[in-house]
């Protein structure tokens, strides 16, 4: 079986992109989107994801949110912040929650080099 990645993110051409992304890097996975609480609620009921990778900001939730409901379902499973804008601040918070990392979208090696050490890969 496939890992599965769990993006939190309202963006499917971003989800999209990333699954390309990694594909291109060789990395094979199964993905899911969710944009809110319910969704992420339900889709961690279903299956546990391998990796979480959240947006910083959704129109009703947000990284923040995600990442205590997943401390709380699923605290081993790790956690990234993947983001258009990642700033200063939210890499201090994130080393403070408790995230694996962070990352812009606009890095695509940075993103594959984080999914490669959330699922434990060379």
């Known amino acids: 079986m496939k890992p599965l990645l769990l993006f939190v993110d309202d963006d499917m051409v971003d989800v999209e992109l990333s699954w390309l992304t990694l594909a291109k890097a060789g990395i094979h996975v199964e993905s899911r989107r969710v944009i809110d609480e319910a969704g992420l609620a339900a889709a961690l009921a279903e299956r546990l994801p391998d990796m979480v990778l959240a947006d910083i900001c959704l129109p009703q939730f947000d990284a923040w949110d995600a990442r205590r409901i997943c401390q709380r379902v699923c605290p081993g499973?790790?956690?990234?912040?993947y983001s258009g804008t990642v700033t200063?601040?939210?890499?201090?918070?994130?080393?403070?929650?408790?995230?694996?990392?962070?990352?812009?979208?606009?890095?695509p090696r940075e993103f594959v080099k984080l999914v490669r050490r959330a699922l434990g890969m060379p």
């Open 77 to 81: 499973v790790p956690f990234v912040i």
């Open 88 to 107: 200063k601040e939210t890499e201090r918070l994130a080393k403070i929650e408790g995230v694996l990392g962070t990352a812009e979208k606009d890095s």
